[in-house]
């Protein structure tokens, strides 16, 4: 065994780390995420099919377990997780995945709710007509072949195709830094374009639109795109289609009607659809809407009720539309393997193209396959022909010679092979009959001879070839058949943007609590309640802020550092469990906390005080800031923080600091500002403001405990701003603080 420290090569880092990774993303790239624009496979679904074709699963043959199909897949071509191979074989089974599917599975192979297949060990499969398409010609040496990992087995490098499964069932993957997703089409469009192109392959893009008008998924649908949009997506390869579920009303009795959803978009799963809608309309985000149930058996039935028989459909339908994936957008991104080498973006005529020119090329490996076996044919056959001349000394030589084949080809001028297909002929063949037959045979392979070296030898008869497979395929699986017929439909989305964005900023008015815990959870309860034990908290928590209001308020919080954030009433989370932490809603800093937290009211005018001693008065509305950010209105010096935000409601101004002087001064001392630092309230030698409110001077001052104070035993502690003040009346709280 040779010393390991010899084989030790010094190496930069990056460089290593860069070549290993490149290694990586182009096996990722060519063995794994893009499918060969040829054919339109990744190798596991090639692997597939080619495992299929060795256990003799044809669509007339019956059924194998797909474990045994998986175990064979990953046994001799592909040693990858069985996962990955059975989850290949079940898309290329399921009719709402696959435009055309390529495997006949029997059992359950997952559903349009998107519940998964059910093991391997209990399904079975078989190719269908459309993969047998694709196979046809490996025995012809269509294309070539490649050893498997092991080197024990052969697989194929690309099928023969004669099916544009590209185009027609689409294909989707993740790379290294790249990826791929096109979209099914209609097949019989697809080869109306093909023969337009393989007669003209100057053919414009807008002529072969007027062929393949746009997507065709397995689920149907509707696609709400102007052909332009349409022209430049697959003009460059990129781009996406909007796509909408198909819809129809349903009339009752007295002008009741119901909507029922017969195709949903492509990739979305419906249990998940109705699952959001149910959630939006206990949201009240759905005004317009009553019920959702579904009706499905094998078919798609969603049935929408609405509010009243008033109700317009459509506005119904757009706001649904808007908000759920009754409505999606699928991407186009025609990423593939050019000859199976080289990933580039394709534009349809592009892709439409390698196809044509990857037929023409299996078209003329299978012509010369043929010729080859014609050639050894017919120098049998003239073998046979000249024994037949002379069958008595043919059987003397061979019952008198003990090596026979010398003297026959000595004898005739044969060669090896005739010679050996002679001594290989069977008795009964020597009947006359078999002469003619032979003779027959001989005349129609030579005529088949010329036809084919015509054929290669004329551009023009190899795409007249071509044109007669397309159709062929097109008479068997086109628009004239069941399985062929469009799907997805073209349709303009109305122009109703205006009455639909008036419905969604409807929001039905409900009184609801706000509670807030102190470690920053919030919840909403429908109706104004009271505070009670009824409400839980997680462990170690515990209830700081209740605000009573209704769906249609904005609820305002004011931050330590001087921030207001706004959120809407409607969009709170629900009363169930502990509710959401509050910072998933705004940005709260870390060090920062919440002062306090009311409803909006417009026109109202706010107290805003920090522990420095400064304040001012701010109007509320412009305080108001939908953005996750907030909105500073007041600058806090630090170490100090915002403490105090009260509604303004009087005539006077009290301010008591943490050394427990009070003092009352006149509210129009007060500077209103929309932002800034304000001016001292109240001035401290040590310690810092603890609490200020406004109130009604002839009306009195309230503590923390509700005892009031009246005017006249306040006449001491009345004085201006900035004052020290005096330490607080007799018998006030104990906590400092005004009354709430």
Known sequence: MPDIKEDIRPEQLDQALSERYLAYALSTITQRALPDARDGLKPVHRRVLWAMRALGLGPTTGFKKSARVVGDTIGKYHPHGELAVYDALVRLAQDFVSRYPLVDGQGNFGNIDGDNAAAQRYTEARLTEIAQTLLEGLDENATDFKPNYDGAEEEPVVMPAAFPNLLANGSSGIAVGMATNVPPHNLGELCAALIALIENPNTQDRTILKHVRGPDFPTGGTIIDDAASIAEAYKTGRGGFRVRARWFKEEGARGVYQIVVDQIPYN?????????????????????????????TEDVRIVLTPKSRTVDAEILMEQLFRQTDLESR???????????????????KEALQAFIDHRRDVLERRSKHRLEKIATRLEVLEGYLAVYLNLDKVIKIIRNEDEPKPKLMKAFGLSDVQAEAILNMRLRSLRKL?????????????????????????????????????????????????????????????AIAEEVAALENFVEREPITVVCSAKGWMRAFKGHQEPNDSIKYREGDRERFWVHAETTDKLMLFATDGRFFTLDCAKLPGGRGNGEAIRSFIDLPPEADIVTMFAHKEGRKLLLAATTGHGFVTNEDEAVA????????????????????????????????????LVVFALNEVPELARGQGVYLQRYKDGALLDATVFIWKDGLKDENNRLFEAAELKDWKGTRAQAGRLAPRGWAKSGKFAL
């Not at 699928?330 to 349809?348: A, E, I, Q, T, Y």
């Open 268 to 296: 979305v799963q419906k249990a998940k659809l109705i699952e959001r809608i149910a959630e939006l309309m206990e949201l009240k985000k759905l005004p317009l809407l009553d019920d959702v149930h579904d009706e499905s």
């Open 330 to 348: 699928f991407s186009l991104n025609m990423n593939v393997l050019d000859k199976g080498l080289v990933p580039r973006v394709m534009s349809l």
């Open 434 to 494: 078999e002469e003619m037959e032979i003779k027959g045979e001989h005349a129609s392979l030579t005529k088949e001879q010329g036809v084919l070296k015509k054929l290669l030898g004329s551009d023009k008869l190899k795409s007249e070839k071509l044109i007669e497979e397309v159709k062929a395929i097109d008479a068997k699986f086109g628009l004239k058949t069941e399985l062929g017929k469009r799907r997805t439909q073209f349709s303009q989305a109305p």
């Open 626 to 661: 939908m953005t996750r950010s907030g909105k500073r209105v007041m600058n806090v010096k630090t170490p100090g923080e915002a403490a105090v935000c009260k509604p303004v409601d009087g005539d006077s101004v009290a301010v008591i600091g943490e050394n427990r002087k």
